[in-house]
């Protein structure tokens, strides 16, 4: 069975710094990777997701993803982080060969952005 | 872009009595939905896997006569809390699976469930 590891829980970063959020995750093959973002007391809209081909993922709000099959890591980056990035970031894997289709999600990293 | 709507979003019952929460896609067919509950500054957990037609598949650790889930059609799946108690609230979210392969999977917006 899949599973996946965020492990930082918490994340302070100043308004203009970079960011990168750690994700590892644990499947046999190559899984599908996901990055959620959830502002509080709502649901989870996705950043990007990763199936196959380039390694290197762009998504939504200028986020990007690296796949490295090496170190089994889906890191979400993003150059200049926003005040309005603050929120909780979940990573989640799929099993393309589990034909449920679930997701298990990481524990999530609170980002914090000081201004 | 594919929607999934998720009501009521906040709910308050009394102890004893049962809720009904509904997921709907709105454009898109959806074979399979998902539920997940998630506690206060944690992260989601997979409750039970709905599929359209068929019982839904639980995980392991949940009651299935307490979360009674109903997948009747292509864009919508109900979750039903039995016999709600304090314990129970939380907040719950689901998310669909378009019926195409190789897509991702949208999210409701959740409902937030108080036992009282």
């Known amino acids: 069975a899949q599973s996946v590891t965020q492990p930082d829980i918490h994340i302070t970063v100043s308004e203009g710094a970079s960011l990168e959020l750690r994700c590892n995750y644990s499947?046999?093959?190559?899984?599908?990777l996901f990055w959620y973002v959830q502002s509080p007391g709502q649901g989870l809209q996705l950043l990007l997701k990763?199936?196959?081909?380039?390694?290197l993922v762009q998504g939504i709000k200028g986020f990007e993803a690296e796949f490295k099959r090496s170190q089994s890591s889906f890191n979400l980056r993003k150059p200049s982080v926003h005040w309005s990035d603050a929120a909780e970031y979940f990573c989640?894997?799929?099993?393309?060969?589990?034909?449920?289709?679930?997701?298990?999600f990481g524990s999530g990293t609170r980002l914090l952005v000081r201004p | 872009g594919a929607v999934v709507s998720q009501h009521p979003s906040r709910v308050i019952c009394k102890s004893g009595t049962s809720v009904k929460i509904e997921c709907r896609s709105l454009?898109?067919?959806?074979?399979?939905m998902f539920w997940y509950r998630q506690f206060p500054k944690k992260s989601l957990m997979l409750m039970a896997t709905?599929?359209?037609?068929?019982?839904?598949?639980?995980e392991q650790g949940v009651e299935k006569d307490k979360f009674l889930i109903n997948h009747a059609s292509l864009t919508l799946s109900t979750l039903t809390v039995t016999s709600a108690h304090p314990e129970d609230s939380s907040f719950y979210i689901c998310?669909?699976?378009?019926?195409?392969?190789?897509?991702?999977?949208?999210f409701g917006s959740g409902t937030r469930l108080t036992v009282v």
């Open positions: 454009d898109f067919q959806a074979t399979t």
């Open positions: 709905s599929n359209e037609g068929s019982k839904a598949t639980y």
């Open positions: 990763y199936f196959s081909g380039d390694t």
């Open positions: 998310s669909a699976r378009p019926s195409r392969t190789g897509s991702g999977y949208t």
């Open positions: 499947y046999g093959a190559t899984p599908y």
């Open positions: 989640a894997v799929g099993a393309p060969g589990d034909s449920s289709y679930k997701l298990i």
